[in-house]
């Protein structure tokens, strides 16, 4: 995938200070008296850059809370007068754009649901031609990082340039106590194309539960992202969406507070160490591959013994068997079974497409 994007960094549209960005608020917008009092408190606490609320929420089912639209956009209009804090709010649609630009808001992103659909991504970006404002792209439902990428391609084709991505977590991607797998490697990658893209961590979303944000949040930073949106609400057991992943703006600023930051960068007696450590793993993924090598060449002679003996290529059972008992040795190893079933995975789709490979040469 070669792609390149033109992004404006972010300390050029939203000033930290050199901190992690901190968009902070209510997964929605209730009431006036609720954003008000939790922009409050939030401002108080004095963690948060940006003041987040959803306005219009993408409900799974008809009949759930689906946000109060333009009346709440007057709200933040208020939040953000009495503050000082910009804010951002979820779109969905042009009008939605419209509108959100007709109240002042400072920030946009575009949801997992939308950021989904390449035709919505589309429209949203038809929208924002001409339009100077900071987007927010949140990744995909799914763990497809070309969707993900496309939509960054889309907003820079209409001239968007104040562009980050947020790493939500990915549904159902994998069974984890979480309510959306992080699956880092996909946010990783997408960091890795492009160096200059903000990268905005989501623990909330990926959590579901608050007593799991502590160590997610940490992870992020661990992983050096550039900020975090994270839910606040004032009484998060009496929210009206997403209760349980909500924190009071005090227990976001206790919870914050605890963290820690990591340095981006080191001085030359950590980087000698560095090195050294580095060069020895690169000798045991030289070990690796060498392993992985001897592997696929006993996989050629059973994809050659399968061949001549008119076996399929692919056995179920030998497929369970190998998971489970690769799962299990990794715990006895002090591996995550989690990391170990998916790199099995890859290597047995390799060792599947090599004996087909095999199987369909002709026999000598």
């Not at 159902?172 to 492009?194: D, G, I």
């Not at 001897?294 to 002679?301: H, I, L, Q, Y």
Request: overall charge negative.
């Amino acid at each position: 995938m070669n792609a390149k994007l033109d992004v404006v960094p972010m300390q050029n549209w939203i000033n930290t200070n050199g901190k992690p960005l901190i968009i902070a608020g209510p997964c929605s917008a209730e009431t006036e008296e609720q954003v008000l009092e939790t922009a409050r408190r939030i401002k108080a606490e004095g963690y948060a850059h940006i003041m987040r609320a959803g306005v219009w929420k993408p409900r799974t089912r008809p009949g759930s809370f689906e946000g109060n639209g333009e009346p709440a956009l007057k709200w933040l209009v208020e939040a953000k007068k009495e503050t000082g804090l910009p804010t951002a709010v979820e779109v969905a649609t042009p009008e939605h754009i419209e509108l959100a630009l007709k109240y002042g808001v400072d920030v946009l992103w575009i949801g997992a649901r939308t950021t989904v659909n390449p035709f919505n991504v589309q429209e949203i970006a038809d929208a924002l031609k001409g339009v100077d404002v900071p987007v927010l792209v949140k990744n995909p439902v799914n763990p497809d990082l070309a969707l993900w990428v496309g939509a960054f391609e889309r907003l820079q084709g209409a001239g968007i340039k104040k562009l980050g991505a947020i790493h939500r977590g990915f549904s159902n991607a994998q069974e984890t106590k979480y309510r959306n797998s992080p699956m880092w490697a996909v946010a990783v990658e997408l960091k890795r194309m492009f160096p200059e893209l903000p990268l905005i961590g989501d623990p909330s979303h990926m959590a579901g539960k608050r007593a799991y944000l502590n160590e997610l949040s940490q992870r992020i930073l661990d992983l050096n992202y550039d900020g975090m949106i994270i839910e606040t609400h004032r009484n998060p057991d009496e929210a009206w969406s997403d209760a349980s992943q909500q924190l009071t703006p005090e227990a976001l600023g206790e919870m914050l507070r605890e963290l820690e930051v990591r340095k981006a960068n080191y001085g030359s007696d950590f980087s000698d160490e560095l090195a050294k450590l580095r060069e020895k793993i690169d000798n045991i993924d030289r070990e690796l591959m060498e392993v992985l090598a001897a592997r696929m060449s006993v996989v050629e002679k059973l994809g050659e013994y399968k061949r001549d003996n008119n076996v399929a290529v692919l056995q179920l059972d030998r497929w369970k068997q190998l998971h489970a008992d690769r799962a299990n040795q990794a715990k006895g190893l002090g591996l995550y079974p989690e990391f170990i079933e998916e790199m099995f995975k890859l290597v047995h789709l390799e060792s599947i497409r090599k004996q087909t490979e095999v199987m369909n040469s002709a026999t000598v």
